[in-house]
């Protein structure tokens, strides 16, 4: 390659040494190569060979650059093993966040008390001033138990820095006294007063309800006053063509958000002492994924009030449905997995794109800005579910042959029967369409992973998790059976 041309490079991001993510690596130009140098253990390789002075390979593919009618087309070679290989997907990465939108001049009265991250202690700092965390799981349960949105995303972005740039003492899933993530993340006191039940929430004084799912959507049935009520009050939503649903929406997703940045630091710390063979690629994929939905959650909220100011995040009802699917699956690896990752999030890859095109039928570029970054994140967070179930079923015993039916050939156990059997289990109702196919495939779902699934949760699945409460020695078994007795866990379409 030539000019322009003559530095154009592909490797694998994944250093071999530890599996650090070599996308932060810093890049050196010497006299005859670039190195990337690895920010963990200051490894270094060439980008043109791979090799590196310390004896260790990376995988790098050959680049072409060919000139055509149409304009100059970008060819990278395919790697080692399979076939059939084929560029799925080709996109910018935007590492954009929106910082909290300044205090508003809008009037509220007292009786309408609001969220806003104006009202919230402002005196605690991003990293405590005692007891500071020195490893990624002490990061990920002080950010678990911090009830402030704001400062959860501040903290997220500072431990993954931390994380990436080689200043943590460990990951610490092997440390003696590891901390424990808590049941349920608090929310700030201001929160909980508009926090309802999930599926549920009352609107307007001409009976209006709207019905919040667990995938951001939030339907709006009925005549009403354009007033949202919740716990401490109403709140007047903005007026105008499609505005109202605009901000619900929008409000609806940033609660999403908050739970689901919660839900990538508790399956750091929850399962990443108990799993001791997880390599650190594991921990790079989910940290990549706390700060993508750290991302989220802080450019939706910086929409929501940009579009009403009068209506901050926290005013309108949230719920907490996403931690409903999380208390079922917090004793197995692989149920977490399928359900938060396989189900949950391939699910808001079905159901943004028809949000997307709400927001551009209405005229709202920004919000569909906001939105595209959203979704190109959540089908990489499919992938990283999809490829880290996998890889747990390569590595469990082979399931004995059953009569009649096509042994699994693969190594350890077939992971589209394991996903069906833990959907059976841990979710409740059909797996509904319809489906994004084309963007569950390029997150290795396939139709045969969901087409035709239905969850059995419900009767007979209380006793089963009180009598692993026994096995394991966790107390309130009593309370536990009681909650999910009457749990509801699914989504809305």
């Known amino acids: 390659m030539k000019g322009a041309y003559s530095q154009i490079y592909a490797m694998e991001s994944s250093c071999p040494h530890l599996g650090a993510d070599m996308s932060h690596a810093e890049i050196e130009e010497c006299d005859d190569s670039v190195i990337a140098v690895c920010p963990w253990h200051r490894y270094d390789f060439d980008l043109k060979t791979g090799e590196s002075e310390t004896g260790l390979r990376a995988c790098t593919y050959t680049v072409q650059v060919r000139s055509s009618a149409g304009g100059d087309i970008v060819y990278v070679e395919t790697p080692r093993g399979g076939t059939g290989w084929r560029l799925v997907e080709l996109r910018p990465v935007s590492e954009e966040f929106a910082d ?58 500072h431990a993954v820095h931390l994380f990436r740039t080689a200043q943590l003492s460990s990951i610490g899933q092997h440390a003696k006294n590891v901390p424990k993530p808590p049941d349920t993340p608090p929310r700030h006191e201001l929160y909980m007063k508009n926090t309802v039940e999930f599926g549920k929430a009352k609107a307007g004084k001409a009976g209006e309800e709207a019905r919040v799912s667990g995938n951001g959507e939030m339907k709006v049935k009925g005549k009403g006053d354009g007033k949202m009520i919740g716990k401490n009050g109403s709140k007047s939503l903005p007026q105008g063509k499609g505005t109202k649903e605009r901000v619900t929406m929008l409000h609806a997703l940033a609660n999403i958000e908050q739970w689901a940045i919660d839900l990538a630091w508790d399956i750091i710390a929850r399962f990443g002492p108990s799993h001791s063979t997880l390599p650190p690629s594991f921990y790079s994929d989910f940290t990549k994924v706390a700060l993508d939905e750290a991302k989220h959650f802080s450019l939706l909220r910086a929409r929501l009030e940009a579009l009403s100011p009068s209506t901050p995040y926290g005013s309108l009802p949230v719920h907490a449905g996403l931690w409903d699917s999380a208390w079922v699956t917090r004793g197995s690896l692989l149920s977490r997995l399928a359900i938060i990752h396989l189900v949950h999030e391939a699910r808001g890859s079905d159901v943004n794109p028809k949000t997307i095109e709400k927001f551009r039928r209405a005229g709202d570029r920004e919000s569909v800005d906001v939105m595209d970054i959203v979704h190109r994140d959540e089908v990489t967070h499919v992938c990283a579910g999809h490829r880290w179930f996998v890889w747990i079923c390569e590595r469990e015993a082979s399931d004995p042959p059953v009569e009649g039916k096509e042994p699994w050939t693969g190594k350890g156990i077939d992971p589209v029967q394991r996903f069906r059997e833990e959907v059976r289990k841990y979710w409740r109702g059909e797996v509904k369409g319809p489906f994004n196919v084309e963007d569950r495939e390029k997150a290795g779902l396939g139709r045969e992973f969901y087409e035709d699934l239905r969850g059995e949760l419900g009767a007979g699945f209380t006793e089963r998790v009180v009598r692993t409460s026994r096995e394991d020695g966790n107390g309130e078994v009593e309370a536990v059976g009681e909650r999910l007795a009457g749990m509801k866990v699914g989504y809305e379409v």
């Open 100 to 157: 909290p939108p300044p205090p508003t001049n809008a009037t509220i009265s007292p009786s309408e008390v609001t969220a806003t991250h104006t009202q919230m202690d402002d005196d605690e700092s991003i990293v405590p001033m005692e007891n500071p965390p020195r490893t990624l799981i002490q990061w990920a349960v002080l950010i678990l138990n911090t009830p402030d949105p704001s400062l959860k995303v501040a903290r997220t972005r």
